[in-house]
């Protein structure tokens, strides 16, 4: 069983940033895809960014997109997620996961999950 474990959460202004990492036990991690998906309270956890097995391929929704930035080190099994720009909305759990395929985006898609790292954004 894979073991995920997520870092960098905190309290921040609107406007500012954070840098989540998310560090991985799995020997094959670099034959995977990882992601970053969050919960908000009374919300349905939601994918925030996608990076290829190889990172030479990203996703991000529309409400990400241009402000959060995912980035991976296969050397060190590492994710990470920076997030610039930062808005209350963007208040959540975040977890980091990992895909049994090499790109994916559906939550289904991930089977390996860490315990979450809570992001609070204050107006």
């Known amino acids: 069983q894979v073991q995920l474990v997520e870092s960098g959460g905190g309290l921040v202004q609107a406007g500012g940033s954070l840098r989540l990492s998310c560090v991985a036990s799995a020997r094959a991690f670099h034959n995977y895809a990882m992601a970053w998906f969050r919960r908000a309270p009374g919300k349905q956890r939601e994918l925030v960014a996608s990076i290829s097995w190889n990172g030479e391929w990203t996703y991000y929704p529309d409400s990400v997109e241009g402000r959060f930035t995912i980035s991976r080190d296969n050397d060190k099994n590492m994710v990470f997620l920076q997030m610039n720009s930062l808005k209350p909305e963007d208040t959540a759990v975040y977890y980091c996961?990992?895909?049994?395929?090499?790109?994916?985006?559906?939550?289904?898609?991930?089977?390996?999950w860490g315990q979450g790292t809570q992001v609070t954004v204050s107006s």
């Open positions: 996961a990992q895909s049994g395929l090499r790109a994916a985006i559906e939550i289904s898609a991930f089977g390996s």
